[in-house]
């Protein structure tokens, strides 16, 4: 096993992952850029080492800048959390060159799932069902239009480097369609450097359901269950449940399958998850998938008793996993709400600024991940991400009413949030019904 990892993230899921190096009997050294000197990540770690200034840019995706802070540290691994550098597959390249263990899948499976036009493509000769679409990346106008009558309006324009809901586009007919291609390359070269688009079907009201894998270097994959994370302003989720009221055990079997299928075909090892969109025919669909942790993991966590950031740090040491799919038991109800410093009455825009009042709830059923408290100066650099409040219940409405309870605990002043909406959310008769869709917060919240 490792004896020191280095993280390079910052906020709760830094100190997520070093709290699962801690239980392990790793050594951590946190990465700060000039904006988080003070961060909490930083005073969590055994040490710190200074990558640079504020801008995620000269920092926390400067690579140069990380690889030198293991080495100087003399950290063996390095875990990237999600963001950031989380699925740069010449990052993990360049760790490997420098003899330091990417904690993660290889550079070639984050490659292959990475470039999302053409991931679809991996998957449909895998078997797995994706949504109809175009056949890899649309090269021409003309090329665009003839699928898109195949396909049938409405159609989505997605940037195959896209990521973190950003890059979508929704086109209703033919005469949006030269424009939005046009719209939609210059916003992808901007944002992810590549203006490689890919047509998909639009799909009405379809909910998020995703399958967590984790996968070994020993050839062993086994699957968590789901999460559903229909909930979203955007496109991008506010608030994950698992397991997800909409499956059966014969749907959830059946997507665990497509779901391990889509991993064998890269040879994935590590966590990662499997993204689909389920339609109201009980059909599933590939969208994408996430080669790194993600946010929600908690939720999984909550219902299997299995750390999978642990997990993950043993799969990199090269452990095989300590348990098989037999040994995978859901139990009970968990609900993870994502406290933003954002105003929901002001279409989610993000609410910099100084904490001045923070207290955390606790108490039966409670889990809070989070890298702020009293004073922390929400920066404007980065996601707005304060804390993730997880509850657990037997079922799902005890969980809803210990979420309920956990949200009037929450003290926190001085920044805009997300926790009345969320508080909002747990009386909806809707929500408490379990009738989600990804079109649910905008059909109820201005602005979403
Ligand atoms: P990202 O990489 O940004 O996460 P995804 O492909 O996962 O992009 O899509 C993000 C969200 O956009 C989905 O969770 C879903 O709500 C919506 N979406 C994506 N593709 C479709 C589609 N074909 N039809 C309807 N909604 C979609
Ligand atoms: P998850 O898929 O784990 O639920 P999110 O979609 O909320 O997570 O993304 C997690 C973080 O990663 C967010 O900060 C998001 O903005 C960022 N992110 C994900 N993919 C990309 C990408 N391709 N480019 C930039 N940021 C991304
Ligand atoms: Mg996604």
Known sequence: MFKKILVANRGEIAIRVMRAARELGIKTVAVYSEADRDALHVRYADEAFPIG????????????????????????????????????????????????????PSP???????????????????????????????????????????????????????????????????????????????????????????????????????IQVLADTHGHIVTLGERESSLQRRRQKILEEAPSTALTPELRAAMSQAAVAAARAVEYTSAGTIEFLLDDQGQFYFMEMNTRIQVEHAVTEMVTGIDIVKEQIRIAAGEPLSFDQSQVELRGWAIECRINAEDPDQQFRPSPGTVTAWELPAGPGVRVDSGAGPGTQVQPFYDSLLAKLVTWGRDRDEAIARMRRALDEFVIEGVKTTRELHRRLMDDPDFQAGRLSTNFLAERVPGA
């Open 108 to 210: 070639a499976a984050i490659e292959r799932m990475g470039i999302k036009a053409q991931a679809r493509e991996t998957m449909r000769a895998a078997g797995v069902p994706v949504v109809p679409g175009s056949p890899g990346v649309v090269t021409s106008v003309e090329e665009a239009e003839r699928l898109a009558a195949e396909i049938g309006y409405p159609v989505l324009v997605k940037a195959s480097g896209g990521g973190g809901g950003r890059g979508i586009r929704i086109v209703e007919s033919p005469d949006q369609l030269a424009e939005s291609l046009e719209r939609a390359r210059r916003e992808a070269l901007s944002a992810f450097g590549n203006g490689d688009l890919y047509l998909e079907k639009y799909l009405r009201n379809p909910r998020h359901i995703e």
């Open 53 to 104: 200034p504020a801008p995620a840019v000269h920092s926390y995706l400067h690579i140069p800048n990380i690889i030198n802070a293991a080495v100087q540290t003399g950290a063996e691994a390095i875990h990237p959390g999600y963001g950031f550098l989380s699925e740069n597959h010449r990052f993990a390249d360049v760790c490997r060159i420098w003899g330091i263990t990417f904690i993660g």
